[in-house]
């Protein structure tokens, strides 16, 4: 079982940018599609984006495209979540997920799915100020 752990969330103005992290240990990283998702208060928690093991595919909430970037280094065992024009809106804590199926697994069609991941990070907040 990988353990997931996100870090470089915090407190940024309107238009501002956040890069997240997210170091994982354990099961083997590399074989992993690795997402991220995000919970407002009173909210579901919502799929933001996703990369395949391989990094070759990534998918994309449409709220987020054009303004964050998923990206993986897996000699560092970690994930990054690059944010640019933060806006209200993406006040939220951000979780980090491991998929349940190692290499692949239906990418494609299921990365936005809650239940296409098995791990999950405690979260770190991104408050974004008017």
Known sequence: ??????SGGGLVQTGGSLRLSCAAS???FSSLSMGWFRQ???????FVAAISWSG???K???SV??????SRDNAKNTVY??????????TAVYYCAGSRVAYGGSFSSRAQEYDYYGAWGQGT???VSS
Request: hydrophobic share 30%.
């Open 1 to 6: 079982q990988v353990q997931l752990v996100e």
């Open 65 to 70: 495209k054009g303004r964050f970037t998923i």
């Open 125 to 127: 907040l991104v408050t």
């Open 26 to 28: 354990g099961r083997a």
């Open 40 to 46: 407002a208060p009173g909210k579901e928690r919502d």
């Open 60 to 62: 994309y909430a449409d």
């Open 81 to 90: 979540l690059e944010m640019n024009s933060l806006t209200p809106e993406d």
């Open 56 to 58: 070759g595919s990534k």
